[in-house]
Nanobody
Framework: RIQLVESGGGSVQTGGSLRLSCAAS???????MGWFRQAPGKERERVAT???????KYADSAKGRFTISQDNAKDTLYLDANNLKPEDTAVYYC?????????????????WGQGTQISVSS
């Protein structure tokens, strides 16, 4: 079982930046971890994923603005969110699955954090 705890959300103006952190109880030897977000009235969507082999994938909306990274020594996942826009407003969730294959569907991830809110005002 992997426990995930997010932190780092907040309120910023358009163009601002935030760094989200996700502390994991453990990083399995083979895994995919990711950040998803869910805005009110919308489905949960992938923002970015990173596999244990270092492969990263991004949603088109995140490319060039968001960066996913990990610190294996600290069992921590990060999301650097830059040039934030009002449409980025959502609850952001950290997720994990066993196995190196990453998916864009949230249903493929077994472990979830409690979520952290990002609010971007214009």
């Amino acid at each position: 079982r992997i426990q995930l705890v997010e932190s780092g959300g907040g309120s910023v103006q358009t163009g601002g930046s935030l760094r989200l952190s996700c502390a994991a109880s453990q990083f399995p030897s083979s895994y995919c971890m990711g950040w998803f977000r869910q805005a009110p009235g919308k489905e949960r969507e992938r923002v970015a994923t990173i596999a244990s082999d270092g492969t990263t994938k991004y949603a088109d909306s995140a490319k060039g603005r968001f960066t996913i990274s990990q610190d294996n020594a600290k069992d921590t996942l990060y999301l650097d969110a830059n040039n934030l826009k009002p449409e980025d407003t959502a609850v952001y969730y950290c997720a994990a699955k066993i196995g190196v294959t990453c998916y864009s569907s949230s249903s493929m991830f077994s472990y979830w954090g409690q979520g952290t809110q990002i609010s971007v005002s214009s």
